[in-house]
Each structure stands twice: as C-alpha cells, then as structure tokens.
C-alpha cells in the first residue's frame, strides 16, 4: 500500500501540478496583413485607442501610419465615437507642426485613420536620452505652441498634450500627434460646428487625459477650453 502511495499518477494532482509549474505563454494575435488598400508592414505601437501599423498605401504607392480600431473594440461605441473624433478633429487642421490624416475608413469591420507616418522618436524618448540645450528646448517649444495654437483656430482642444504625443522627426521638425481625447470648442464655433459637435463633447464631469499633464479644472471634470492645452504645455516646458 506504500508502494501505491509513492507511485505518481500522470492524470491526477501531480499533472495539475506540473501545468501551474509551466510558464505562461503570451500568444499575440495575428496581424492583418492588409487593411482596404492598405498593406500591413509592421507593427508601430499600440494604445487605448488602437494599434498602429507601418503600412502602404497601394493606390498612392506611400508608406504611411495606419491606425486601427481592434475589432473587439468596434461594438463599443464610445470608443467609435472617440476613434472617429480623433480622425476628424485632425483632419481639420492643417498644419507643417500637427501629423497629416490622409484618409478615414471601415474595411472587414475595422475603423481605420491612414495618417502621415512621422519617422523619429518621441519627445519623451528624447528627454529620457539626457538633458536638452537650451536651443533645441526653444525650437521644440515654438513647434509645439505653433501646432497646438493652430488647432485652437480650428476650435480643437487637444486635451492629452504630453511628451508621448510629440513627435520629433529627423532634422527636427516637430509635429503633434493623437488627437483622440480631442474636444472642439475652441476659438472658432464655426469650425466645431462644421465637425460635428454632438459627436465630440464630453460630458461634464467625466475626467479624461493624463493625470499628470491636466489643468486643475481638467483634473476635476469641470467644463475646459483652450487654457487646459497651455496648462499642459507649461508642465512639457517644465520637464524640457
């Protein structure tokens, strides 16, 4: 009977306990390899919004960002709405410092955005590489005031300002990215109105944003307009 007690049986407790012993697996999933006209080429990032892939146009023969509303997220529909807002808020605004959207769509039910594809680093990859000059803070700054300053002629508020969101090309030009926190009410009504507004406000004490980069009246779910963006941009400058 001892013998019986000392025996290990492959199909019992020592079996379950060599499956919690194994190291868990994480499985990506599949990438797709093409997206309406798009060829997939790689993956670029991912975020609460989306993923975004290195992809070319094949009509326009460009390669460009292609942001992608997963397919588990497009029967929520605020998350629709937010995506939408994203391509729509930065489609209205043309500017050499804010990254270019080319073009919206749904192929296979997938929301997409094809945008100008920034090659560079992110001023938070920059900032964590060592301390900045003070000339290249000044030409960092002014590039972001004039980006950010031409979205509030366009009654765009950006709302998530931080270094994640700013790209810095090679030769330094510097464009502003990410528009999905976005909410127009800026300067010009008009152009809100011609967005859409019904699509784009957020209700009032909802919170949304980076803690770290919000106004107090952000913080704290109060109604915001362009003001939020500077209180933002003043912490950027601070960190710079």
């Given at each position: 009977?001892?013998?019986?007690?000392?025996?290990?049986?492959?199909?019992?407790?020592?079996?379950?306990?060599?499956?919690?012993?194994?190291?868990?697996?994480?499985?990506?999933?599949?990438?797709?390899?093409?997206?309406?006209?798009?060829?997939?080429?790689?993956?670029?990032?991912?975020?609460?919004?989306?993923?975004?892939?290195?992809?070319?146009?094949?009509?326009?023969?460009?390669?460009?960002?292609?942001?992608?509303?997963?397919?588990?997220?497009?029967?929520?529909?605020?998350?629709?709405?937010?995506?939408?807002?994203?391509?729509?808020?930065?489609?209205?605004?043309?500017?050499?410092?804010?990254?270019?959207?080319?073009?919206?769509?749904?192929?296979?039910?997938?929301?997409?955005?094809?945008?100008?594809?920034?090659?560079?680093?992110?001023?938070?990859?920059?900032l964590a590489r060592g301390r900045l000059e003070m000339a290249e803070v000044r030409a960092i700054a002014?590039?972001?005031?004039?980006?950010?300053?031409?979205?509030?002629?366009?009654?765009?508020?950006?709302?998530?300002?931080?270094?994640?969101?700013?790209?810095?090309?090679?030769?330094?030009?510097?464009?502003?990215?990410?528009?999905?926190?976005?909410?127009l009410g800026g300067a010009t009504r008009s152009s809100a109105s011609q967005l859409g507004s019904a699509?784009?406000?957020?209700?009032?004490?909802?919170?949304?944003?980076?803690?770290?980069?919000?106004?107090?009246?952000?913080?704290?779910?109060?109604?915001?307009?362009?003001?939020?963006?500077?209180?933002?941009?003043?912490?950027?400058?601070?960190?710079?």
């Amino acid at each position: 009977m001892g013998g019986d007690q000392g025996s290990k049986d492959p199909s019992g407790d020592e079996l379950l306990r060599a499956v919690a012993r194994a190291p868990e697996v994480d499985v990506p999933l599949p990438e797709p390899a093409r997206i309406a006209h798009f060829r997939v080429i790689g993956r670029l990032g991912e975020g609460g919004m989306g993923v975004v892939y290195r992809a070319e146009d094949e009509r326009l023969g460009r390669t460009i960002a292609l942001k992608v509303l997963p397919p588990a997220f497009a029967a929520d529909e605020q998350r629709r709405r937010r995506f939408l807002r994203e391509a729509r808020s930065a489609a209205a605004i043309v500017d050499a410092h804010v990254a270019t959207v080319f073009e919206v769509g749904e192929a296979d039910g997938r929301a997409y955005i094809a945008m100008e594809l920034v090659e560079g680093e992110t001023l938070r990859a920059r900032l964590a590489r060592g301390r900045l000059e003070m000339a290249e803070v000044r030409a960092i700054a002014a590039q972001i005031a004039r980006g950010v300053a031409r979205a509030h002629e366009k009654g765009v508020v950006h709302r998530d300002l931080k270094p994640d969101n700013v790209m810095i090309a090679a030769g330094g030009a510097v464009k502003v990215l990410d528009f999905g926190l976005a909410k127009l009410g800026g300067a010009t009504r008009s152009s809100a109105s011609q967005l859409g507004s019904a699509d784009t406000e957020t209700r009032q004490g909802e919170v949304v944003g980076t803690p770290l980069y919000m106004s107090p009246e952000q913080a704290t779910g109060k109604d915001v307009d362009a003001r939020t963006d500077v209180f933002s941009f003043g912490v950027i400058l601070y960190e710079m």
